[in-house]
């Protein structure tokens, strides 16, 4: 296969152009959040799955990130209409996926589960996909979206016989298919290997840039990092923050800033800093190096520089140490 950009899912050259369906497309207007769910929470049981969680999403990618168990497939499925919240409201394209059936037609999943039929291939599973979301001409829909995940039409081998990665790709195509609106991927690159990896991510983003709300959901920072730094964290069934992380990080006040500076003079360096009240705290890593902590990184950015020029000292770097979506995966969920 090439490393080609993944191709436009969109209408059928082939096909002659219709009208828009007046009660078709996002049954909202350019106003209402494509995504939304207003402070819902959903129990199995004596089990709070969910707890009071609130966002509303746009066009584009949002990754769901948080560790296993903390509620991203529950936030899924109420997304896509497959449980229903306790408390709470959950609008998809501004209406209910759990009771307006016509909002499924513009949802595609890709379920954590194994949801392929073993014995057949991997035309006939995504055709049959195609036909059940009322797509016409369903045959080359289904080239169209295997074409986009880089599978092999020609390929009559039952899906049994395939790596879960390739069941992957093939869970996709079947969700793009009918070109849907909003996308909801639940651990979408498990079993991929690098490359297939970095395809899917430039299939999500074309997606995305398309107009399309993809949504994404893992818990594997290096996986969230490749999506975009937009991001949902939730913890423990409840939200912990949304937005990009550097500035969920510079949020953070009550965590101090880690950087690493590397002068010819660092302990002259973090003395002033220190005297300045710029840090809060120091240790030496060697001749030419000092970590430092700060409560206040703006103020130190500005000032650093002005302390070295002081000290007689060159700087040659200052690295932020904290300033990943690691390390602010690790403040959120409260992990060492």
């Not at 995305?208 to 993809?214: D, K, L, M, N």
């Not at 912990?240 to 500076?261: E, K, S």
């Amino acid at each position: 296969m090439s490393d080609a950009a993944p191709p436009t899912i969109g209408p059928d050259p082939g096909a002659d152009a219709a009208e828009p369906d007046p009660g078709s497309g996002s049954g909202a207007d350019a106003a209402t959040p494509m995504v939304e769910l207003r402070e819902v929470t959903c129990w199995f049981g004596d089990v709070v799955a969910v707890s009071e969680v609130s966002f509303a999403l746009g066009p584009g990618v949002t990754a769901l990130l948080g560790p296993n168990g903390a509620g991203k497939s529950t936030t899924l499925r109420l997304l896509c209409g497959l449980v229903a919240p306790a408390r709470g409201t959950v609008r998809v394209l501004g209406r209910d996926p759990r009771t307006d059936i016509d909002v499924h037609g513009q949802i595609g999943l890709v379920p954590q589960q194994e949801v392929v039929f073993d014995h057949q291939d991997a035309l006939e599973f995504v055709t049959m996909a195609a036909v059940l979301s009322g797509v016409d001409r369903p045959q080359v829909a289904a080239l169209r979206a295997l074409d986009a995940v880089e599978m092999d039409a020609d390929d009559h081998r039952p899906l049994r016989t395939y790596s879960r990665g390739m069941r992957q790709r093939i869970k996709v195509a079947a969700a793009i298919v009918h070109e849907p609106q909003v996308i909801v991927l639940d651990e979408p690159l498990t079993g991929l290997d690098p490359r297939q990896r970095r395809h899917m991510t430039d299939l999500f983003h074309a997606l995305g840039e398309q107009g399309r709300c993809v949504l994404v959901s893992s818990h594997v920072l290096e996986e969230v990092e490749r999506f975009g730094s937009d991001v949902l964290v939730i913890a423990q069934g409840r939200l912990a923050a949304q937005g990009d992380f550097h500035a969920i990080r510079d949020l953070m006040d009550d965590q101090p800033h880690h950087l690493r500076i590397r002068t010819d003079r660092p302990q002259q360096v973090a003395g002033r800093l220190l005297a300045a009240g710029l840090i809060v705290g120091l240790e030496m890593v060697d001749a030419e190096t000092v970590v430092v902590e700060t409560s206040d990184v703006t103020a130190f950015r500005r000032r650093v520089a002005p302390a070295a020029r002081d000290a007689g000292a060159h700087l040659w770097e200052v690295v932020p140490l904290d300033d990943d979506l690691d390390a602010v995966f690790r403040y959120l969920v409260g992990r060492p």
